[in-house]
């Protein structure tokens, strides 16, 4: 099996290389990410100017790595298209950071695996909080352990999963909604720092990723790439072509 790693915390996010070696068990692995730090670049890419590919060296001879000076969905682009090569699986993370509810729409992990996916390639995003990659590393066995047992990924070809410090276990979630809100703080000289607090959340419900993860599990969020609403589809797809009836 050939695997792509990418992330959005850059080259030098300090859990790329165990996170690399880890995935040595399953197969070839080669490194492909950001040169520098692109949080919340959700699935942006460039194509109108040309961005630097550079090869780097990497604290493993068996694992190439290479940055590149975009977005995380151009690191899978450039490693599909421009690599010429083939994968059979993507890993975006660990992100130093959770990635729940709306934010699954802003994240450059998350923008990385919905573009694997649209190379027709099964991805899985990783994300923990902050000063918790060594527990999300520890956890990693487990979360295979129960993917493989469950059969997960022929079941759905993208997995948003989030790793809160101390776990408790593992749950199957959907995507919740916003549990934070935005702040600007005045800078000076017209500039602002945007800013985030989250907001209070009943905890009753763990089927919803920010809860569960927030309650102290590791949420498993199957996700699609289609936004389109199927129900609202279907019932107003019959105001323009009405079915036949039999006559």
């Excluded at 790595?65 to 298209?81: G, H, I, K, Q």
């Excluded at 129960?146 to 749950?171: A, C, E, Q, T, W």
């Amino acid at each position: 099996m050939k695997i792509l790693i990418t992330n959005d915390d850059s080259i030098s996010s300090e859990v790329l290389l165990p996170l690399a070696k880890w995935a040595k068990q399953f197969g070839e692995v080669t490194v492909v990410v950001p040169k520098y730090e692109q949080s919340g670049k959700s699935h942006c890419i460039e194509f109108r100017k040309a961005f630097e590919v550079k090869q780097v060296p990497f604290d493993d001879p068996d694992i190439k790595a290479y940055t590149v000076d975009s977005s995380p969905a151009d690191c899978v682009r450039f490693a599909m298209e421009g690599m010429q090569t083939t994968f059979d699986f993507v890993i975006s993370g660990i992100n130093r950071g959770l990635n729940l509810g709306i934010d699954v729409l802003y994240s450059g992990t998350l923008g990385a695996v919905f573009e694997a996916v649209t190379f027709g390639l099964p991805a899985v995003a990783l994300s923990t909080k902050s000063g918790g990659f060594g527990e999300a590393m520890e956890a990693l066995e487990i979360i295979k352990d129960f993917f493989v047992r469950h059969d997960l990924m022929k079941k759905n070809s993208l997995y948003n999963i989030n790793i809160p410090i101390h776990h408790k276990g593992i749950r199957i979630t959907r995507m919740g909604e916003r549990y934070f809100v935005d702040e600007f703080l005045p800078q000076g000289k017209d500039m602002y720092l945007p800013t985030y607090k989250e907001i209070p959340t009943d905890f009753d419900d763990n089927s919803i990723d920010t809860n569960a993860t927030l309650s102290g599990y590791i949420s498993v969020t199957p996700l699609t790439l289609n936004r389109t609403n199927m129900p609202v589809f279907e019932e107003l797809s019959e105001l323009c072509c009405p079915q036949q009836t039999m006559q």
